[in-house]
């Protein structure tokens, strides 16, 4: 293996906090997943991580983009508040929201949802493809992540507009923006992104719009507590 030269490394652990915290349960078992965990000494296969396991991924993937200045708010989404709600509380918020939901354990605890009702819980556009909830080892919430997919140009431009306007409402403008999320520009090649992010020495908010062989058209939200 060559060695991690500081790009690399934050690449990589980047990625590796994205699946451990976030919850990206099935993107763990991929090439690109593997060798990100291996990297942060987690082995194969990642049922059998431990919460310290996990919490290292995280320390070292919350350093690498994490900012300075504490962030004067944490929005989330709507009911889901970052080291507050409970798995208890989600499960009670997400029943209402007609979501159907399994626990899975990797060290941490998760949520895995599917047909989440995005009006039910305060968000713009069609269904919530996939909705990934994180625990930390208080029980705390410390990871949301709204993933739709396969969606229309119309749906991309209104998710887009409601999620990363919810966070210019609450933030301001953000410190790093990639790309450009029309959907003709996204739709002009087989694999373009755009996203914004907001860092905070706190909290870490991004949202990414893509188009992927695979998936289409899709919105990505994530919000993460950056407390150590």
Known sequence: MKPLTGSRRTWIVSGAVALLVLGAGGAMHTRAGLRALAALG????VDTVTAEQVGRARAAGVAAVRGTAAAPARPSIAGLALDATTEAEARALLARAHARCETQVRGYRYLRCRGVDAAALALAGPPVSELWLSFGPAGRLVGVDVYRRGMRPDDVRTVWSDAAGRLRGA????GVVVGD???DVLAAAPVQTARVQYRYAD???TVTAAHLPQTGLSVREQYLSARL
Do not use: I, S
């Not at 987690?42 to 296969?45: G, I, L, Q, S």
């Not at 933030?171 to 953000?174: Q, V």
């Open 203 to 205: 909290y870490v908010a």
């Open 181 to 183: 999320p029309a959907p």
């Open 171 to 174: 933030l301001g403008a953000p």
């Open 42 to 45: 987690v082995p194969c296969p």
